[in-house]
């Protein structure tokens, strides 16, 4: 508890609201708050642009989904080609893949889903590579400050030959306000990024399904030609 009160400066500044006593702690990190700022203006943009990109392509995915499986049930791939060729998502690329050589054999669709799979796995995890450098990246500027920052403090005992609160509380406070705030970016980055992994999961198995339905429908339509 003496440490987080020393980190806080509550007895310091009791006088000042906790945005303002968060302000002034972000600007007493020294000189490092602008490499933790970087990583801190970086995580929002990614975070925010993932979301919305996510948020859209689930959207697309489920719609587009839903049209083709009807039109498989229906035996009309004809349609289905058409309509999937007409969109630009990741669940319409796959499928159309697919039904683009639907006349080649099941083992043929299965590859050419396999491939396109990969492409679009790829774009979907586009962006998540900057978040888990992040939260490597964001706690070890945080100890490179705290290093720092007792390097300072042990210079000043140093030079003045004696040990006194005052002259090491500088280098001290610059150390727990690195390390603090290194961690603060870092957990909700990597928060971010488990939460995004999670989502594109759900959206590749929605896709999966999708497609070996198609699969078991063109190879129900090729043993009945054969049938005849």
Same mark, same amino acid.
């Given at each position: ?128 590579? $900057?978040? =888990? @450098? +992040? ?10 400050? /705290?290093?720092? &920052?007792?390097? *300072? #403090? ?8 004696? $040990?006194? =609160? @005052? +002259? ?10 690195? /390390?603090?705030? &290194?961690?603060? *970016? #870092? ?42």
């Amino acid at each position: 508890m003496r440490l987080y009160g020393a980190l806080l400066q509550l007895p310091a500044a009791p006088e000042l609201t906790w945005q303002e006593q968060l302000a002034k702690s972000w600007s007493d990190t020294g000189f490092m708050v602008w490499p933790l700022a970087l990583c801190l203006v970086l995580g929002v943009l990614v975070i925010v642009w993932k979301f919305i990109s996510l948020t859209a392509k689930s959207a697309a995915t489920r719609r587009i989904l839903k049209d083709v499986d009807e039109l498989l049930t229906q035996r009309r791939i004809k349609e289905a080609l058409e309509l999937t060729r007409d969109h630009n998502s990741a669940a319409a690329n796959i499928l159309y893949a697919g039904l683009e050589r639907a006349d080649e054999g099941t083992d043929r669709v299965m590859k050419a889903i396999e491939n396109q799979g990969l492409i679009e796995m790829s774009k979907l995890e586009k962006g998540l590579v $900057v978040l =888990a @450098t +992040l939260t490597n990246v964001a706690p070890l500027l945080g100890f490179l400050g /705290t290093v720092i &920052g007792m390097i *300072i #403090a042990f210079q000043s005992i140093e030079a003045a030959g004696e $040990v006194e =609160a @005052t +002259l090491v509380a500088g280098g001290i406070k610059v150390a727990l306000y690195t /390390t603090a705030f &290194g961690l603060m *970016i #870092a957990i909700p980055v990597s928060v971010g990024h488990t939460y995004f992994v999670s989502r594109i999961d759900a959206l590749v198995i929605d896709m999966e399904e999708s497609a070996q339905k198609m699969v078991d429908t063109l190879h129900a339509i090729q043993m009945g030609r054969a049938a005849d």
